[in-house]
């Protein structure tokens, strides 16, 4: 079945920096890559989603770029602000399900 | 909308008690989901479901079942409680998968075996 790989596990940014996240996926079937953000105790929100037939997708200071024939996708942050500091998962659409990364931790030091 | 709505919050259960952690969406979805998020760790789906009557296991099925009777509702039971099932779980739904609308998450049900 499909596997997500999500690096770097934490990730510490002064404020203003930007943060890359990266992931990779195994079943070069799947076509969906949504990015979410959970705060502490809080539900994962949606943030950011690519698919496979675009390469980059820009909101404001967030952006995911996808390379199909590597198999992997990036979250890219520009201007960090301390209300960034959150988890951030990955995940790859499979047959009807969402695989999740294991996510990693950023924090924004003011 | 109400969205995602989960019950209960917070449950302490013992070992080999059973529980039944309700989920309920108002947003007419077709595709519910159910995960568990272990301390620090990601999202493992638990079960999901496509449709009223369809249920399907996801990657960490074992001690858990699911129903789903109606559209709205994606009830989880537990049936002989265990140290391991201590997590967050969260319930999910979504209108198809590859909508604009993706996955709506429920605030979660923080549940404790002891």
């Known amino acids: 079945g499909e596997n997500v790989e999500q690096h770097p596990s934490t990730l510490s940014v002064q404020e203003g920096d930007s943060a890359v996240i990266k992931c990779t996926y195994s079943?070069?079937?799947?076509?969906?890559f949504p990015w979410y953000k959970q705060e502490l105790g809080k539900r994962p929100q949606l943030i950011i989603d690519?698919?496979?037939?675009?390469g980059e997708k820009k909101d404001q200071r967030i952006a995911v770029t996808l390379n199909k024939t590597a198999k992997h996708f990036s979250l890219h942050i520009t201007e960090t602000q301390p209300e960034d500091s959150a988890v951030y998962f990955c995940a790859s659409y499979n047959t009807d399900k969402l695989i999740f990364g294991t996510g990693t931790r950023l924090q924004v030091f003011p | 909308n109400a969205g995602v709505t989960q019950t209960p919050k917070f449950r302490i259960l013992k070992i080999g008690q059973s529980m039944t952690l309700q989920c309920t969406q108002d947003m007419n979805h077709n595709y519910m989901y159910w995960y568990r998020q272990d301390p620090g760790m990601g999202l493992k789906l638990i079960y999901y479901s496509v449709g009223a009557g369809i249920t399907d296991k996801g990657e960490v099925p074992n001690g858990y079942n699911v129903s789903r009777s109606t559209t709205e509702d994606f009830p989880l039971r537990l049936e002989l409680a265990a140290p391991s099932q201590t997590s967050v779980y969260f319930c999910?739904?979504?209108?198809?998968?590859?909508?604009?609308?993706?996955?709506?998450f429920g605030p979660g049900t923080r549940l404790t075996v002891l």
């Open positions: 690519i698919r496979s037939n675009v």
């Open positions: 079943d070069s079937a799947s076509n969906y």
């Open positions: 999910a739904s979504s209108y198809a998968v590859l909508s604009t609308d993706t996955q709506y």
